[in-house]
Structure formats: C-alpha cells, structure tokens
C-alpha cells in the first residue's frame, strides 16, 4: 500500500448502536444521541485523539449536525515527547445539507466539497480552489478542523496542496431507526443486519437498560430479550449455582496489547476469549471475556450478592518488557454500587536485569456502578449490566509511569447470575482465539514487514498514559431505547480516516 496513493484507504467505519431520540418523519426532523467512543490512530500511534458520545440533530429545512465530545494530547512532529492532555471539546464532526427524514432512516454525504476553512497565521492553508483542485477541495467543519489544530493533524481535514488531498473528501454516513413496535428493514448502512425493535411487552425508560441486543452488546440470557416471566428455569430460589461474568477489562488496552507483532494476550484456567467486541478487527483473541462462575458466598437479592469466577488473562508486551494478570475476578455488590476484586500481577523485565514480579490477591481493582442498570430475567437466570472503573493501578504501574488514574472507565461487565450449575449460554460467539493457551494469543498475527508501524510506537516513557487516555470504547452501550425509537440501528461516520503520508523521521526518538 502506497501512502502517497489517492485509492490506498484503510477502510475503517465507525458505528454507534442503541442510541435513543426522537424522529418526526412529517416535520423532517430528527435528534438522537449514542452512547460511546472511537479513536482515530495516525502515525502508527505518534498523534491521535478520540470522539466521545455523538449527538445528530436534523432540522425541517433538511441542514443537520453531527456533533461530539472531541479529546485526545496535543503533539508536536520535531518534538515525540511532547503529549499535552487536552480539554475535552464540542465539535462539528459533520454539517449535513439536503437530509430526508424517512420511516426508517436516510444516508447524506457530509458536507466538505466547496467548504472553505480558517487557520493560524503560519499553519498550513487551504490553497484557493482551481481547475486542478475543484473536483475535491473542501474542508471538514471549522471546529473540527480548530481541534485538529491541537493535536497537529489540521492539515490532514481540508485540501491543504498536499498529494493525499483527492482522499480527503468526507464519505457518506448513514443513520437508521426503527420505531418502537415497528417491524425493522435492513439497511444499507450494515449489509444483512438490521435494528431490533423493542420486544412486545418491554418497557424502556431513561433509567433502564436497553434490552435490545447487538453485536456490541452481549444478549444477556437465551439469545431473546424479554421482561421478568412469571416462571424461570434457573430461578435462584437456592442461591446462585452457577453463571457467568463477561468482562474484557478495557478494549483500547486490549488493542494496545494486541496490535503489534509479537504480543499475546492468553486465557487461562476456563476462561474464554470471546469473538465480540474485538478490540483489532480479524483477532479474535482481542474480543471481551466470560470468565467462568465458582462459586458465591451470598445472595440476598440482585441488588445484593457476592460472586466469584474462575480464569485469568494474561498480556505480554516484551518490547515493552511487562507482563500483567488479571485473574478470578470477584464480585460484590449491594445496592447501586459494589466492588471487582480479582488477584493481579506485574512482571517487569528488561535487558540484562532479572525480571522481578509483583503479585497480589484479592485486590480492590474496579469499582461498580449499577446506576443505570436493572435485573433482567431469562430462562437462564437474572442478568445485570453494570459500569467499571479502575481503583487499584498499582499492576499498571512500573518505571515511574502509569497506564492509568484511579477512576478512569473500564469495560462495562454483564453478570449472569444462574439458579442452575454451569457457566450459561455463551454472551457471545467463540472465535478461533476462544479457549486457552496460545489459542487466546493475539499478537502473533499482526502484519509485520515494511507496511508494519509498530516500531514507531513510542516507549511508555515518552507516553506514559497513552493507554488510559484512548476513547472510551468496549461494552459501553448504555443508552435506552427511548419512546418514540425501539432502537437506533446504526450511524456510520464516514470521517475518511484514511491513512495519509508518512513523515517517517530515523531519529532515535521515533525509531525504536
């Protein structure tokens, strides 16, 4: 692949899931917000920034926005040590013209041909608009572009006389909905999926979960989203016997790990690796966890239990020197809050010096908010969806760095809590890299050769809490379905992340 080739793309999407608004198809007007985050990597990680919880608004004249919550450090290209946290920022990430509002959604090109934008006195310009230029000379929105000014890719969003300006352009981007009780259509935006109405019987409300499954999001129970039954097979009339705890840590950590050649990420002792939520797409040993049930010591209510699980993961960097475990994770909880105890270990290795291991059991690793969740009730037993966030970084710590603050978020985790022995249905298709051992590896798969960036990744020295700032990403689909949508299908961000040319510099503070 040729970065100076206006056809060398990568390919990437964005697609957000489950959000909740209202549409107005005889008005032509439109609100819905999702739930989540994505990071855009350039550089093989050198600059990067995220966007946080997408809000799209249309209006009856057919003119729309995209707008998020924009963050990520700002950097310096004569500088790779430079990394200035930046504040979190509203963006435009796409002006939308001539939308219409139909019964089950619409796809619009963004705005960008015929754009003009603004820059700082000594940044790169926008050139002015000529025969050789006007088939793609635009801009993505000036917010935007302002933002992109910080993190020093400002340039790499507007026709600026560069030889990758022909793939600048934006793509289109697609939106599709279904509203409550209605029958869904697939839609061009996803080929051969298409949104789950609510259920017959369901009620949604802004402080309850959103029932409806996807691929983003475990089905909690038998594969079919319902309400409390009257009966159940696996009712914890005895306690808790068995069931399962889905919980893959932090997905931008699992792509930190995963990416590079010569990485694993290994499950052990039952656990599984899952195929959903795959942090690098095509690794399956990347997916989110279900670490198996072993037994629990209380059960008042599901606002009231303690529970423990078997297995461990393991994530090796050796070009990193660290080695880390996370293993049988327990759980307590007691009304909204609770706590995710699991035995963790950090092993530290570098060149000529004996690797020394910390390891400890029984840590306080994350803490637990049930807020915005409630028991659901299956034929496998009750299923509860709860946020984490990391309280113990002291495994995520060594050489004077840290991956992580106290109270960052995690992967949202999903406990099935079974009247009946056994693990429980699967949360989610096994993939190749299910299972234990070196079938969890994922690093072993990456690309490598001359198209192979993860040599200029940087040490944790130069970024020492790269992993912890990356966009909030995982299981984080919290958004309901609201009254007047059963469930947002899909909104497909063609932000034309394409990879642009490289100024690969030898110098040993990038090489390495």
Excluded at 268 to 294: E, H, M, N, R, S
Aim: hydrophobic share 30%; glycine share 14%.
């Amino acid at each position: 692949m040729s970065a100076g080739s206006t056809s060398s793309l990568t390919g990437n999407r964005v697609v957000f899931r489950a959000g909740s608004g209202t549409v107005d198809t005889a008005a032509k007007t439109a609100t819905i917000r999702w739930k989540g985050s994505f990071t855009s990597v350039f550089y093989g990680g050198l600059t990067y920034w995220s966007a946080t919880d997408p809000t799209l608004t249309v209006k009856a004249d057919g003119t729309g926005t995209l707008t998020a919550t924009a963050s990520g450090y700002g950097a310096d290209m004569n500088d790779p040590g430079k990394w200035v946290p930046l504040p979190e920022t509203t963006v435009t990430l796409a002006n939308l013209s001539g939308v219409e509002v139909g019964a089950s959604g619409f796809t619009v090109t963004p705005d960008y041909l015929g754009v003009s934008v603004s820059v700082p006195a000594g940044a790169t310009g926008q050139p002015a608009k000529s025969e050789g230029n006007k088939g793609y000379w635009g801009s993505f929105p000036q917010s935007f572009v302002d933002f992109q000014q910080l993190t020093g890719q400002s340039s790499y969003w507007f026709t600026s006389g560069g030889a990758r300006d022909a793939a600048k352009p934006a793509t289109p981007l697609t939106v599709a909905y279904t509203a409550a009780g209605a029958t869904p259509e697939p839609t061009s935006g996803e080929p051969g999926t298409s949104p789950t109405p609510t259920p017959p019987g369901t009620t949604s409300s802004p402080d309850a979960p959103d029932p409806t499954p996807s691929a983003d999001r475990p089905t909690p129970t038998d594969g079919t989203p319902t309400t409390a039954p009257t009966s159940a097979s696996c009712e914890l009339t005895d306690g808790i016997k068995g069931g399962s705890l889905t919980w893959g840590f932090k997905k931008s950590f699992r792509s930190y790990v995963g990416t590079p050649a010569g990485n694993s990420i290994t499950a052990g002792d039952g656990l599984k690796i899952l195929a959903q939520d795959q942090a690098v797409a095509g690794k399956a040993g990347t997916g989110t966890y279900q670490w198996p049930f072993a037994s629990s010591s209380a059960y008042n209510s599901a606002d009231d239990f303690t529970v423990r699980y078997a297995g461990s993961i393991t994530y090796d960097y050796p070009a990193h020197y660290f080695k880390i475990v996370i293993a049988k994770p327990r759980l307590t909880v007691q009304g909204k809050t609770g706590t995710l105890y699991a035995d963790v270990s950090l092993t530290v290795s570098s060149p000529g010096a004996t690797p020394t291991t910390n390891a400890r059991n029984d840590v306080a690793l994350a803490s637990l908010d049930l807020s915005g969740s409630t028991p659901v009730t299956g034929s496998a037993g009750i299923t509860r969806t709860m946020r984490t966030a990391i309280q113990d970084t002291e495994a995520f710590t060594f050489d004077g760095n840290s991956f992580y603050q106290k109270g960052q978020e995690l992967d949202d985790a999903t406990v099935l809590l079974s009247g009946c022995a056994g693990t429980g249905p699967a949360t989610g298709t096994d993939g190749p890299g299910a299972g234990t051992g070196a079938g969890g590896s994922a690093g072993g798969q990456g690309t490598g050769g001359a198209g192979d960036d993860s040599a200029l990744i940087p040490d944790l020295k130069v970024r020492p809490d790269e992993v912890g700032q990356l966009a909030r990403t995982g299981a984080d689909d919290r958004t309901t379905a609201a009254a007047a949508l059963g469930a947002v299908g899909c909104v497909t961000a063609g932000l034309a992340m394409v990879v642009l040319t490289r100024r690969h510099r030898n110098s040993p503070a990038v090489r390495r």
